[in-house]
């Protein structure tokens, strides 16, 4: 199965890690661990992923690069 190697984060994605002090390696190895786990988002990312109380929002493939997903938003469930 194709996977994500490397993740980006958009500007939103960065703040919000930024709010909740949340390493940016942090939420990196959760999407790229966490990724066949992952399930459809109904909102504005395609896939979303949890880990303990971490919540990931996320597009991947980016733009057809299925080595890059690109995290577009974070938030602790809670």
Request: net charge negative.
């Amino acid at each position: 199965m194709n996977r994500p190697h490397r993740v980006a984060f958009t500007d939103h994605a960065a703040e919000r890690a930024e709010r909740y002090a949340v390493p940016y390696s942090e939420v990196a190895d959760a999407v790229l661990e966490e990724h066949p786990r992952r399930r459809s988002n109904p909102g504005a990312a395609e896939w979303q992923i949890q880990r303990g109380r971490l919540v990931v929002v996320y597009d991947w493939p980016v733009e057809g690069d299925e080595t890059t997903a690109r995290v577009v938003s974070l938030w602790l469930a809670g």
